[in-house]
């Protein structure tokens, strides 16, 4: 089975543009997380859909959202991009919620 | 919301050795799980543990959920165990209504 995939594997931008990343869970998850890594925040929560919905929300500015489709693929945006959105972004599923998850790649966003 | 704290913050240890990393959580709850963040960013999923031992290969992991706590073991350690290891968990109370919170991690060295 097919693991988690997300695209683009890397993204370079200048400040004030926006940003869509994608993440495609793997077969039958229906819930997805998103993640941001930093160096000095570590990694943390920004996100988790379920069912087209958005279920939770971490300590992050509206200028983060997502969404989530009927084939359970995500997408998160990022608007008016600024030098600390460069991180690492993370995207995981689970088959339920609260389950076991399992996360792609990244992507990995560098903000001039 | 739930605060994870791992230590050792970083560990060197000389190959064929055993080494025990510790994971501290200030709440009950429903997902823990311990991951191996390889050097290209991408976690891999090493236990899914909220209670209880469970054993891989030459890595083990408890949980005392009482007691809030988890442990990672390593036995024979080989260079290919060298990297960060990261524990999260899930908050048990008010129906998971979080993602995972990340501690800092482990910064595992092995020498040859």
């Known amino acids: 089975k097919a693991g988690v995939t997300q695209t683009p594997r890397y993204l370079i931008k200048t400040r004030g543009q926006q940003v869509t990343l994608s993440c495609s869970p793997i077969?039958?998850?229906?819930?997805v997380s998103w993640y941001q890594q930093t160096p000095g925040q570590g990694l943390q929560f920004l996100f988790e859909?379920?069912?087209?919905?958005?279920?939770n929300k971490g300590n992050f500015p509206g200028r983060f959202s997502g969404r989530q489709f009927s084939n359970s693929r995500s997408e998160m945006n990022v608007s008016t991009l600024e030098l600390g959105d460069s991180a690492l972004y993370l995207c995981?599923?689970?088959?339920?919620?609260?389950?076991?998850?399992?996360f792609g790649p990244g992507t990995r966003l560098t903000v001039t | 919301g739930i605060q994870v704290e791992q230590s050792p913050p970083d560990l060197i240890l000389q190959e064929g050795a055993n080494s025990t990393l510790r994971c501290n959580f200030s709440?009950?709850?429903?997902?823990l799980q311990w991951f191996h963040q390889n050097p290209w960013g991408q976690l891999i999923n090493l236990f899914y543990?909220?209670?209880g031992t469970k054993q891989n290969g030459r890595l083990s992991a408890t949980t005392v959920a009482t007691e809030r706590y988890s442990l990672l073991y390593i036995s024979s350690s080989q260079t290919t165990d060298s990297g960060v290891y990261f524990c999260?968990?899930?908050?048990?109370?008010?129906?998971?209504?979080?993602?995972?919170?990340f501690g800092k991690g482990t910064h595992l060295i092995i020498q040859p």
């Open positions: 995981a599923s689970s088959l339920i919620r609260g389950g076991e998850q399992y």
């Open positions: 077969s039958g998850h229906r819930s």
């Open positions: 859909y379920f069912s087209e919905t958005q279920r």
């Open positions: 709440d009950s709850v429903n997902n």
């Open positions: 543990i909220p209670s």
């Open positions: 999260a968990a899930r908050g048990g109370s008010g129906g998971g209504a979080d993602g995972l919170t």
